[in-house]
């Protein structure tokens, strides 16, 4: 490598300079190296995004939903660039593969030469801001149309004069009780302002669903102006930064469960309350699902232990909450499946000592598994049997509509005779959560109709096919019952 000038850390590897240098061999992430300029790597026949990178390894991310083209221990070439700009060509040996996520990745160990990572990251900025020259400043604006750009600023208007309100009012309040008081009198004059500027926004995105180039315009011009305006709020910051690498993840939702004030300041907890609003449905959809629980509990016949199954568990408070009766109506085994182990871990610690509490009529069992796994229920189904009751209520909501049809006909035929399946899907309709979702926080979800939910069941033999919604509206419910 030439003369060593002195060994440096990431955080002066950035302002390195050129100099010619050696550096600790971590592992960088590469969002954090290159921005928002995508690397890609070529490896075999292949092409992965590119996650992180060192010396002499990397990390590709790998589909889900597909099998990864390689196995550990194959040497192939790797090939690392930017758009056509390649700032690594050689070969690696794939010695680890990480398929227990929801985004699997693949580590590689590069066996000829090694990453210039200083010079990609003055390769990434060149490229960057010739991208950002080329783009202008104004960049797709012109695909936002003036009704949207009015609903947005509109909206930041909203919350700006809301944070001056707070600011002029609650300056001199005494103690935190005074101040939540005070919170709760603004809570009853703008939730309805809030609900109106959303319906408003979703009548204005709606036909941007079928036009990708449009939607990006306005998710971008959405995010930069507006979203910074939510950051306050701690389910807005959550949702939008996704700390386990997904939206609405368990502490999203132990966020609606809790419905508490959140925030170190009046704005903060008001904006907070906003975010409430929209992800009411979240504790809507989970008490249906509890409600289903009892109704199997006491209506069907049996001293034989009922056997339940959650499928993308998350905190799966509704079990929690079911191993609270007094007294189950009879022995319940429930068996909670995630991709997410910090998920699971939680709804453990919360439902196991209700169990141990019950007098051996419950049992709780976790199954962590990859989100290949979780798609794949006859192979996951052979590690826990057939069940009298399976429950999903938010997988679906990521999943394109031939593939949730299959999940849902897969999951069907691991019920008992006479059990339930029962799934819940977001609601597309013109009072949806879509924008603030989606716009505002980043989290993208497959909405259904009626009709397409109804598809899910096609050519199933199910003794009862019943579509029902949540008391928000937000969600569908599609109960099966197998013959």
């Not at 992800?279 to 001293?303: T, W, Y």
């Not at 799934?423 to 013109?430: D, Q």
Request: aromatic residues 8%; hydrophobic residues 40%.
């Amino acid at each position: 490598m030439g003369r060593v000038d002195r060994i440096v850390s990431y955080e002066e590897l950035k302002g390195s300079n050129g100099r010619r240098i050696f550096y600790r061999p971590e592992r960088y992430p590469v969002d954090r190296l290159f921005g928002r300029l995508s690397a890609l790597a070529e490896v075999g026949d292949s092409v992965h995004p590119l996650l992180d990178l060192s010396l002499s390894g990397i990390s590709v991310a790998t589909s889900p939903m597909d099998e990864p083209a390689f196995r550990p221990g194959d040497e192939l070439p790797v090939r690392l660039r930017f758009g056509d700009r390649t700032f690594y060509d050689g070969r690696g040996r794939v010695c680890r593969m990480d398929l227990q996520s929801l985004r699997p990745k693949v580590a590689i160990h590069l066996t000829q030469g090694f990453v210039d990572i200083p010079g990609s990251i003055g390769l990434s900025r060149e490229l960057a801001l010739r991208e950002a020259i080329a783009n202008g400043i104004g960049a797709g604006r012109g695909q936002v149309s003036a009704e949207y750009r009015a609903l947005i600023a509109d909206t930041t208007h909203f919350l700006r004069q809301l944070r001056s309100i707070l600011a002029e009012h609650l300056d001199g309040a005494d103690g935190q009780e005074q101040r939540d008081a005070a919170i709760a009198t603004c809570e009853r004059g703008i939730l309805q302002e809030w609900r109106n500027l959303w319906h408003r926004a979703n009548e204005l995105v709606t036909p941007l669903e079928d036009q990708p180039e449009a939607k990006l315009a306005a998710k971008r011009f959405t995010e930069s102006v507006l979203t910074p305006e939510f950051m306050d709020g701690a389910i807005w910051r959550r949702s939008y930064e996704k700390p386990l690498g997904y939206p609405g993840d368990f502490e999203v939702m132990n966020y609606v469960y809790r419905w508490r004030p959140e925030g170190t300041d009046a704005f903060g907890r008001l904006v907070h309350r906003l975010g409430l609003e929209v992800g009411e449905f979240i504790a809507s959809r989970m008490v249906g699902i509890q409600q289903a629980i009892a109704r199997e509990l006491n209506s069907r016949p049996g001293s034989e232990p009922l056997s339940i199954v959650n499928l993308g568990a998350g905190p799966a408070q509704e079990v929690a909450n079911t191993l609270q009766m007094p007294k189950l109506p009879r022995p319940v085994d429930f068996a909670l499946v995630d991709q997410d182990l910090s998920a699971l871990s939680y709804a453990y610690a919360q439902a196991y000592p209700r169990a141990l509490q019950s007098g051996g009529m419950a049992t709780v069992r976790c199954l962590h598994v990859s989100f290949t796994e979780l798609l794949r229920s006859g192979t996951l189904f052979k590690r826990l049997g057939q069940a009298d009751m399976i429950y999903s209520i938010g997988l679906l909501d990521y999943l394109a509509q031939r593939r949730a049809k299959r999940l849902v006909a897969d999951l069907f035929e691991q019920l008992k005779p006479g059990g339930l399946l029962m799934v819940a899907n977001m609601r597309k309709w013109s009072g949806s959560i879509m924008w603030p979702l989606e716009y505002v926080a980043d989290w993208s979800l497959v909405y259904r109709t009626e009709n397409e939910m109804r598809d899910l069941a096609e050519g199933l033999d199910a003794a009862s096919v019943e579509i029902t919604t949540d008391e928000t509206r937000q969600a569908y419910f599609l109960s099966l019952r197998r013959r």
